[in-house]
């Protein structure tokens, strides 16, 4: 176990040396590219819907907590507009009759809910996010309700945590992750009584996860769950390891430290951050997930989660080496990754490729961490 952390630990101070060639932006022109990449991404956005085109119905709800997190960053707050509209027009049901152009396959589901719990996880975590931002409470009223809609999820097969969708025939990081995510959040908002159910709710999930296989050997967290219905056993499924399932759990483990000032949280966390920058970084420490170029609709997603939530891990460890790591991914892909229109691709190190409003909230997370100025 020591020789194991030991090389970890050099793998990834090598991959910080080499990152650390990378020039710096002054925070002025970082700012700059975060608007420009915003402004560009608004051109897929559909007033009525809510919705962006080209790309899915979870991963507006991403763009909606980029957009928030920009805000937060120094984007004008005038682009709450975009928030509130999402908002109201996102649980509007279009006919299929209408969804025609621009509103083909655009549709939006009442009460952020749907049949699978991922889903739901990044709609409520869009919601705490902008309720942070604005203090409406509508907001955070949204996201408690579609918490208990994901409890509903939780049975006891493989010990506990909850399905991937309403099916009930997978068990995977993601959903459990964003369930420990949206519940660790929820701990620290909303009434007492609200605060305690959700932190009984985040113990439970995470001593489930750690319990779980899911984390192998490496500290990287695998796609999901086998399971064996003849024998009732569950075990880790091996399969890819993404970079959004490295990530999300280091926002939830820094959202459960808050809440329950447990030092032990962001330990795991870091464990975890740095088996991530080790494995899924090339050698000039940019990141990468394995189906790159081509990664279809969900996959050129996953990248800015990761950074997302490596931020958030940041903003409490204050890691250099973090901040290197935004540095030089929102530098290349500034410089190799992006047309002339300002457009985003799904490969960080260039050229522009399969560029949809998926990739461009993705890349937009790396440019967003990048222009924070603390």
């Known amino acids: 176990m020591f020789l194991r952390r030991f090389l970890l630990a050099v793998l990834v101070l090598t991959a910080v040396s080499l990152s650390a060639q990378q020039p710096s932006v002054p925070h002025k022109e970082a700012m700059r590219r975060m608007e420009a990449g915003v402004a560009a991404l608004q ?28 805000m937060h960053a120094g984007l004008p707050h005038s682009n709450e507009a975009i928030v509130s509209n999402t908002f109201t027009q996102a649980q509007i049901i279009v006919p299929k009759s209408e969804q025609t152009g621009p509103l083909t396959k655009m549709s939006g589901n009442v ?10 996880g990044w709609w409520a975590m869009a919601w705490i996010d902008a309720y942070d931002l604005t203090s409406k409470p509508e907001y955070l009223a949204m996201a408690q309700s579609i918490f208990r809609d994901m409890q509903g999820g939780w049975d006891d097969t493989c010990g506990g945590g909850i399905w991937w969708s309403k099916k009930r025939h997978y ?21 007492h009584t609200d605060r305690a159910e959700a932190l009984s709710w985040a113990k439970k999930e995470w001593a489930w996860f750690q319990g779980s296989g899911m984390i192998n050997a490496d500290h990287l967290v695998n796609d999901g769950l086998e399971i064996n219905k003849s024998e009732g056993t569950c075990r880790n499924n091996k399969r890819n390891v993404w970079t959004y399932n490295q990530g999300v759990v280091l926002g939830a483990l820094t959202e459960y430290s808050r809440a329950t000032h447990d030092a032990t949280a962001l330990t795991e966390a870091r464990t975890l951050a740095d088996a991530g920058l080790t494995h899924l970084t090339d050698n000039n420490g940019i990141l990468h997930d394995t ?3 081509k990664c279809g609709a969900d996959a050129n997603q996953f990248k800015g989660i990761f950074v997302r939530n490596l931020r958030i891990l940041d903003h409490d460890l ?37 560029i949809n409003a998926g990739t461009q909230v993705s890349a937009l997370d790396a440019l967003v961490a990048a222009a924070i100025d603390r």
Request: charged residues 25%; contains cysteine.
């Open 291 to 293: 189906c790159e170029p």
């Open 171 to 191: 068990k995977n990081a993601i959903a459990n992750e964003l369930f420990f995510d949206v519940s660790a959040s929820l701990a620290r908002r909303g009434t």
């Open 318 to 354: 204050h890691e250099p080496r973090y901040r290197t790591f935004f540095a030089t991914n929102a530098a290349s892909i500034w410089e190799h990754a992006r047309t002339d229109k300002d457009e985003l691709g799904v490969v960080w190190s260039g050229p522009p490729a399969e």
């Open 111 to 120: 009460g952020f809910l749907n049949e699978f719990y991922d889903d739901e």
């Open 43 to 70: 051109r897929w956005y559909v007033q009525r819907t809510g919705l962006y085109q080209t790309t899915g119905w979870w991963n507006s709800a991403n763009a909606i907590t980029m957009l928030v997190d920009a």
